[in-house]
């Protein structure tokens, strides 16, 4: 069986996974969900990565048998971290995809498909911001859930900074689309995969948080991959 390291975005927590942790346990998967240092917002984008493989060290887990999945923008520490610990795959969740020497700040600039304009700026700890542009999917009996796994993670270094590749880690890609997304753009994430990581994406139906909308659905994607 698969060992997943899930790896939160900037606008959820570790908390936000549960659902879909129950799903793959469920189905015999191990599961790790680490949590950034959130309050570091001064540190770069290696900092940022070395947190994650730090818990990937003290898990135990064997590399060859995990998969790291990031949400949103944790995409952008996604390979760093595969650099340095050399897992199984990687999997992009409706997540950024750096680029090596150019910022996420820069590659937005160059192509501002990149966000739903109505996204920009925004504040997803407003409730109303959260229930219209992340979890506006999600069943009515969890939005309560999903709304108390919220934080604000607004790495402001790390999105500035370029990203310190020099070229992409030899690590299997996958990129999982959300269809309906009001942030990251679907078409950009089509993009991402394609142009960025020569892969066909994945895609599912459903906004931004596939993890609490439709956890069964992403177990067996995650678990497709894997065939």
Not at 92 to 101: E, I, K, Q, T, W
Request: glycine fraction near 6%; proline fraction near 8%.
């Amino acid at each position: 069986m698969t060992a997943y390291c899930l790896i939160h975005g900037s606008g959820q927590g570790p908390e936000g996974w549960k659902l879909l942790v129950h799903e793959l346990e469920q189905r015999g998967h191990s599961v790790l969900t680490p949590a950034f240092q959130i309050s570091r917002t001064d540190e770069g984008l290696a900092w940022h990565a070395e947190t994650i493989v730090q818990a990937l060290d003290r898990s135990g887990l064997n590399r060859t048998d995990v998969v790291c999945v990031a949400h949103s923008a944790s995409g952008m520490y996604l390979p760093i971290i595969a650099e340095r610990w050399s897992p199984r795959g990687m999997v992009f969740l409706a997540a950024v995809v750096p680029r090596p020497g150019v910022s996420v700040i820069e590659q937005f600039r160059a192509d501002p498909l990149m966000f739903n304009p109505a996204w920009v700026g925004q504040n997803p700890l407003e409730d109303k911001v959260a229930l219209d542009f992340v979890y506006h999917d999600c069943p009515p009996d969890r939005i309560d859930w999903a709304m108390s796994t919220r934080l604000m993670f607004y790495a402001k270094r790390a999105l500035e900074e370029p990203c310190p590749l020099r070229a992409w880690p030899v690590v299997s890609s996958t990129y999982i689309v959300s269809a309906d997304d009001r942030t990251i753009t679907p078409a950009w994430q089509r993009k991402a995969a394609r142009e960025f990581l020569g892969v066909e994406p994945v895609e599912l139906p459903g906004g931004h948080c596939p993890h609490v909308s439709r956890p069964e659905a992403l177990a067996d994607a995650l678990e497709g991959i894997e065939k």
